[in-house]
């Protein structure tokens, strides 16, 4: 199959097409990123992987400067062996993670609110130590994952 780049008046009609069905860009001027940016007060657990998941939502949504919502993160993670060798030994483990959030606004209506999930996964085939910084990766990377679906969630469903 052969590719053709678009001309411009495709592009052109793509454009007022998007623009005359009320598409607004979410990062564009009246988007909702630019709504929601600062106007976040965070309450994540008070855990490393809730410190992690505020320090992302924070990158994303900018730090609190003039609040007008707030959004509540619980967070669920687990640990489940998933290779073990004949000695019984457990070679590698994962993480599943689930995060339910609502945002409200300072007038207490819920304005979004959903779960997310993912997973990560270690390997314990090294030593201890090895084994325990692995894991406090995988759980690093499970909160920024967990906060980056928080964020598309409410950028695409937040009016």
Same mark, same amino acid.
């Given at each position: 199959?052969?590719?053709?780049?678009?001309?411009?008046?495709?592009?052109?009609?793509?454009?007022?097409?998007?623009?005359?069905?009320?598409?607004?860009?979410?990062?564009?001027?009246?988007?909702? @990123?630019?709504?929601?940016? /600062?106007? %976040?007060?965070?309450? &994540?657990?008070?855990?490393? !992987?809730?410190?992690? *998941? #505020? $320090?992302?939502?924070?990158?994303?949504?900018?730090?609190?400067?003039?609040?007008?919502?707030?959004?509540?993160?619980?967070?669920?993670?687990?640990?489940?062996?998933? @290779?073990?060798?004949?000695? /019984?030994? %457990?070679?590698?483990? &994962?993480?599943?993670?689930? !995060?339910?959030?609502? *945002? #409200? $606004?300072?007038?207490?209506?819920?304005?979004?609110?959903?779960?997310?999930?993912?997973?990560?996964?270690?390997?314990?085939?090294?030593?201890?130590?090895?084994?325990?910084?692995?894991?406090?990766?995988?759980?690093?990377?499970?909160?920024?994952?967990?906060?980056?679906?928080?964020?598309?969630?409410?950028?695409?469903?937040?009016?």
């Amino acid at each position: 199959m052969l590719w053709h780049k678009p001309n411009r008046r495709s592009v052109l009609v793509g454009a007022l097409a998007l623009g005359g069905c009320g598409f607004v860009p979410v990062y564009g001027t009246n988007g909702t @990123a630019n709504a929601l940016n /600062g106007a %976040i007060r965070f309450q &994540t657990p008070l855990t490393v !992987a809730g410190s992690r *998941l #505020r $320090s992302q939502l924070e990158d994303r949504l900018g730090a609190t400067t003039a609040p007008q919502f707030t959004l509540t993160v619980t967070l669920d993670i687990q640990r489940d062996s998933v @290779a073990i060798t004949e000695d /019984g030994d %457990i070679t590698r483990f &994962t993480l599943p993670g689930i !995060a339910i959030f609502a *945002l #409200r $606004s300072d007038a207490g209506d819920t304005v979004a609110q959903g779960t997310v999930s993912s997973f990560t996964s270690y390997s314990a085939t090294g030593t201890t130590v090895a084994t325990q910084v692995a894991e406090e990766d995988a759980e690093a990377r499970l909160a920024v994952i967990l906060a980056d679906r928080i964020v598309t969630r409410l950028l695409a469903t937040t009016p």
